[in-house]
């Protein structure tokens, strides 16, 4: 592993690099995984690197739509895991949400170290994993079909961070409300999610268990108005507005 000096001036990113490529070594990642973290970079720097407005707005939307669920599921594969592992177990302790493993790549046992490894950091309860659970949902061919009787197919929300896929759609069919944090606003998963969250979901998740916290002691009435009072469309397209700004004003600079 390099060192990387705290005063580079993409440091932090760097470190998010790391984090990834050490996941992979510890068989937590899939190849492909480091080939998704390359494609979000290169988004987060036409994002700015920061939580924007409408990534603020649509994460309001999201603790929300969260307080209020009866039974949701924080779905994570290699990367998420890679990236924000405590975050995610500290989610599931303070929230009713459950761990469940979904992988598009699934060699079989990655599922398994990534139970373990999430084990290890403290998770009580981890989901998709062990195969006596496991059903599928209808007419969805790839393996993110493969999901928990007692997670995903019960489940009421899910959240689908860093996917790029078409099981949301199918989530969606089956009256799921689905939550995604994706640094590309323009793929599949992005532009079919219920709520989606443009950002790093290495800053956004923070923000979303801050947020969650403190809209705890609202009551299900403004709860309510927060989700009613948000429009994804909307936000999404502000999103990719936000993103042309950055590089207008870029461009301004240079001429
Ligand atoms: O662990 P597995 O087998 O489930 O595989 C995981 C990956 C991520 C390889 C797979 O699920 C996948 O869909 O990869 P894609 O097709 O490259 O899509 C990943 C999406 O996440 C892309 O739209 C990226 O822009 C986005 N992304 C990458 N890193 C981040 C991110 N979004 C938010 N935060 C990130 N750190």
Do not use: W
């Not at 019960?154 to 799921?176: I, M, N, W």
Request: aromatic share 6%.
């Amino acid at each position: 592993m390099t060192t990387i000096p705290k005063s580079h001036p993409r440091a932090k990113s760097l470190v998010l690099r790391e984090s990834l490529v050490k996941g992979f070594e510890q068989g937590l990642v899939a190849t492909e995984g480091l080939l998704a973290q390359g494609r979000g970079e290169a988004f987060d720097y036409l994002i700015g690197e920061k939580t924007n407005f409408e990534a603020k707005k649509a994460i309001k939307a999201a603790a929300a739509v969260l307080l209020l669920a009866k039974n949701p599921i924080i779905s994570v594969n290699g990367n998420f895991v890679a990236l924000c592992s405590k975050e995610i177990i500290r989610f599931s302790k303070i929230s009713k949400a459950k761990i469940e493993i979904n992988l598009f790549y699934d060699d079989g046992s990655r599922r398994k170290r990534i139970a373990k490894f999430l084990k290890s950091k403290g998770a009580k309860v981890i989901l998709g994993h062990d195969i006596k659970h496991l059903t599928k949902i209808p007419k969805l061919k790839s393996n993110r079909g493969r999901v928990d009787k007692r997670g995903i197919s019960s489940a009421d929300v899910v959240l689908v961070p860093l996917e790029d896929g078409d099981r949301t759609s199918f989530l969606k069919k089956l009256g799921k409300t689905v939550i995604t944090f994706d640094l590309n606003p323009l793929s599949r998963t992005a532009q079919t999610a219920d709520i989606t969250v443009v950002d790093n979901i290495s800053r956004g998740f923070d923000e979303l268990i801050n947020t969650y916290m403190k809209l705890s002691k609202r009551n299900m009435n403004e709860l309510e108005n927060i989700i009613q009072n948000f429009d994804n469309k909307t936000n999404l397209a502000n999103s990719i507005m936000s993103i042309n700004k950055n590089l207008r004003r870029r461009a301004r600079k240079l001429a």
